[in-house]
């Protein structure tokens, strides 16, 4: 009955089609597996890398959460500093929209870490179980011992790759010689553990087993990339014209081996050999046109560059092209206001966010005049107002002060016994003032003075002012 | 981009197999598995959930999660294990916490300290004071006021603690000494003893030496009253007016009034009316002994916050 009923009405879910892409070689790949090596070098290596520091945190890039810190190279980033991040995913945003007007999906196809990590699960994939016929032949044999033994072990090495990423996300975030240690004698902190586990299930089931799906269902940079597309943009295309000729594909059998022979016949130059079809790790077939599933990855051009290569006919049957150049023969336009305006926006936030990080404060102060009271007057009939400073030495060498005030006649600056203090490096502290003035020699109700923190002995800062203001009854 | 499906490719799209208005269809694109495989997770996530932390209400009671217990010291300092909730974890992290470790450790270090070496210690400082101001808040700003001054209205009911004049002495032993034992300020009311004419004469003395502009014959009569037996004021006053810590008698020479709103006034006889005002009728001010209510290190916090709030001495 049940089944009826399905049968009817179609199934309401649908199960994936495995894809088993063969392996290909060429200009496309090589520079995929550079960029791969290059990526992985970085991501995998980076917290390794030590680096010479005054406050001893000697790692190169460090994200100190306890310490609300992050140490990038020679750059410390404190809380205050935030607004940089927002800057960040700005610049990343505009470079997004950027690349994407002027080549498509160049980042899906090769730098997106989905695209790298299924690079990897599917090398894994073809060196345990060998090539896409092979695999093919695998999934539908009987479980038995060498079944079980050649998906075990990839699914094994999977976990490994997975595992080896999640605990290299976690070292960034402590100190790698040290956290490493402590996760493997089970000392390292619960967020640790649960991070690493966290990144280890996930880059398993999206690199091992979801996949192009990610792409096709879940990723929403697929879905909204078509608003920064155009038909100027580069796409990766199949020359119908070339390849199908006036009767369509033919298979390359008797008489039709040379392409002479073909344009007699009225085929195109497309032999059928499915091997572009055949490496796409998306599944699908790029003679069908553009579709939404295609992450520009430009394996199939070097796939059928292979075959041409093998036919001694000329390549680019599969090729980097435009819409435009697809349905109007003409080159694709660079230089577009979509473009222009999009570098315009990205060279503004990107010239900001350089300007502000190497504009960075090393000495930070602000102070706040207590609001109650306002005011007091005290027994010699002076007038004292209170103030809270806060002050941030960014600096990873003490910081010796020296506090004053300026431009405010008959003042006095009492501090208790911190009139000159020394800050650590990196140390944050909240300080009490008290400045005391003869109200007859003010006029008025309130006052701008100058608050003025000098540095001894360190010729690499600037005297530090701040105003504030005096109030009298 | 173009949106073909491979799946659709080949073979005809899928429908749901109604059909409306004779030629109507639906067609049916499926869910992906994963999809739905997501959705059976979460369910069965869901029962483990149920399972193990507090979910169904039945009765008047609900299910208290199975093996999953917390435990914390109470207020009585006895330990309590009871089924995990997010309230009891909350006081456990207050107690155990990173915070609440750092902040014993703090205070630890604090209680050791003489307040000498607390107030040449900025880091020290800066903890005692943060920590500090809440106690004060709850405790002490009832009457002196959330900044340690009264408003306007309020004028003599309380000292003002942010100021530089000290009925009981500034240093941070008789601070301790005040808040520790609290304080008795009185001043007998002299309305039965010295005439309205007297009054007068002493209210312009008084005035007279803080520096007031007042009429000279009238001081001058004052100052035998307040010098001399009949009024006796000396004898807590001091000869010079200055005060007397140990009787939390006033300073009358600096320009601070505690009790008298001699501020408050405009015109010179307002003056002599506020301050006349005090020697008639007295005060008798009590500040309550808190050691009974806070802690010996809750009161060192506190002493070290009232001397910073004035400049101390
Ligand atoms: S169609 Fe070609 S470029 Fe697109 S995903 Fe498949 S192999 Fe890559
Ligand atoms: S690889 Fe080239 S020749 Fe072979 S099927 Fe694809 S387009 Fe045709």
Partial sequence: MENEQDQAVGHLYEARKSIFPRSVKGRFRDLKWGILAFAYGVYFLLPWLRWERDTGRDQAVLFDLVGRKFYLFDLTVYPQDIFWLAGLLMLAAYLLFFVTGIAGRVFCGYFCFQTLWTDVFVLVERLVQGERPARIRLSKQKWDAEKIFKIGTTHLLWMLVAFFTGLSFVLYWGDAPQLIGDFFTLQAPFAAYATALFLTATTYVMAGHAREQVCTYMCPYSRFQSAMFDSDSLIVSYDAKRGEGDKGRARAGRNLKTRETRTEAGVGDCIDCGYCVQVCPTGIDIRNGLQIQCISCALCIDACDTIMDSLEWPRGLVAYTSERQVSEGKRARLLRPKVLGYFAVLMVIVTALVWSVSHQQKFDMTISQVRQPLFVTLSDGRIQNSYEIKMNNKTGANLMLAFSLDGLPGAELDMGKFQAIILAPEQRLRLTARVRSHPDLLVGGSHSFVFRATPIKRDDLQEFMQNAVFTTP | ?313
Wanted: charged content about 20%; aromatic content about 10%; hydrophobic content about 35%.
């Fill in chain 2, 1 to 313: 981009m173009s949106d073909n499906n491979t799946q659709q490719q080949g073979n005809a799209v899928q429908t749901t197999g109604h059909a409306w208005d004779g030629d109507l269809q639906e067609f049916n694109n499926p869910l992906p598995r994963w999809w739905i495989w997501t959705f059976y997770a979460t369910i069965i996530f869901s029962l483990g959930y149920w399972i193990i932390y507090p979910t169904w209400p039945y009765a008047n009671t609900f299910t208290k999660g199975v093996g999953n217990t917390i435990t914390f010291q109470n207020d009585a300092g006895e330990e309590v294990t009871t089924h995990w909730n997010t309230r009891s974890l909350l006081i456990k992290d207050m107690q155990t916490g990173e915070e609440a470790t750092k902040q014993k450790a703090y205070l630890e270090k604090v209680n050791a300290a003489s307040y000498e070496e607390i107030l040449s210690d900025p880091d020290m400082m800066a903890f005692a004071n943060s920590m500090a101001k809440v106690v004060f808040a709850d405790n002490c700003a009832a009457c002196h006021g959330p900044g340690g001054d009264l408003p306007e209205q309020a004028f003599g009911l309380y000292p003002n603690i942010a100021d530089d004049a000290w009925l009981w002495g500034g240093t941070t032993a008789e601070i301790e000494q005040t808040i520790t034992h609290g304080r008795n300020g009185y001043m007998p009311a002299f309305g039965k003893n010295l005439d309205d004419e007297k009054l007068e004469q002493l209210a312009n003395y008084v005035l007279g030496i803080s520096g007031h502009s007042v009429e000279t014959d009238k001081a001058a009569a004052g100052e035998k009253i307040f010098q001399g037996q009949e009024g006796g004021c000396y004898y807590c006053h001091g000869a010079d007016g200055t005060g007397l810590k140990s009787q939390g008698a006033a300073n009358l020479t600096d320009a601070v009034w505690t009790v008298a709103n001699v501020p408050g006034a405009v015109k010179e006889e307002d003056k002599v009316a506020a301050v006349k005002r005090v020697i008639k009728n007295g005060v008798s001010r009590q500040m309550p002994l808190w050691k009974s209510r806070l802690g010996e290190e809750q009161i060192k916090l506190l002493t070290l916050y009232v001397h910073e709030l004035g400049g101390g001495k």
